[in-house]
């Protein structure tokens, strides 16, 4: 496709309404809409919004084996966290106001990141971070007690 | 904890058995476990990893109304099958050779590698839980007029 760069990793998210939700995640994360692909029937077959360097897919359900939370009781398989450079209190408050549902409230972690997560409209789960402080995993530890940090198998 | 540069979005795929997970996708997928938080009692509690420079959170079924309210993260297998998200994975190269590693490690295969009209090859493959991989491999640069014409769908840049 015609992106410039594409990353190595990038979800594609069910959703019942993927129009509804492209707007919903322009307007609540700021997300980007770089490509829509409709059928000729108007729906919405793929679409790709772009935050940052990253990239998502945003699609809609097309069998049984692919669900909005939403058509099975709020759960979740797969989850995506958002990382942003600065700014975090000034997203949730931006995606409280667009009416994300909020899990947990900005926090500040052992590990050094301040964190908050949301859901949106459909029930997909949406974790922010933001990096306050780099920490070596011995200092991860040492501030979490009880936990244990490997950087291998 | 994703690492500068792994790009804004980092994906966290929920599994009933998390260790086995990440032996599998090491040996199926040639990912590369880069850390393994490990609570009191010795379960993974969250783990990261990498390739070809991206970067992927691996984690366990997870419930907390305490924490995360009405939430919950369950693995494809304790639900029939069904996944809210799937990941697809770019690679530079190597497409057919991966399709065939991931095929003998036990990955079952829903689309064996193929040419797409929007110029990539691309194999399907399920995990050992049912989580939904698409691996692609871009083959040509092809305009978006090409691929509408090609697929006879309407391809625009925004909404």
Known sequence: MSDPIRPTFSSGVYYKDPRAALKWLEQAFGFETVMVVENPDGTIGHSEM????GLIMIGREWDAKHQSPASIGGINTQALHV???AG???CFERAK????S???EPA???YGDRTFMVADPEGHVWSFGQVLKVMSHAEMEAAEPGVTIKDRL | MAEQGAGAFTPQLFYRDPLAALRWLEAAFGFETSLVVTDPSGAVGHAAMTFEGGEIHIGGEFAAPDLIGPAAMKSPASLGGAGSQ???VSLAQGLDAHCERARAAGARITQDPKDQ???SRVYRALDLEGHVWTFEQPIAEVPLEDMARASGLSIRTKL
């Open chain 1, 108 to 110: 500040d972690q052992f």
């Open chain 1, 102 to 104: 909020v899990l947990r």
């Open chain 1, 97 to 100: 106001a667009a009416g994300a």
């Open chain 2, 117 to 119: 009209f929007y110029g």
């Open chain 1, 50 to 53: 772009r935050f940052g360097d």
């Open chain 1, 88 to 90: 975090i209190d000034a």
């Open chain 2, 86 to 88: 799937f990941v697809r």
């Open chain 1, 83 to 85: 990382q942003v450079p």
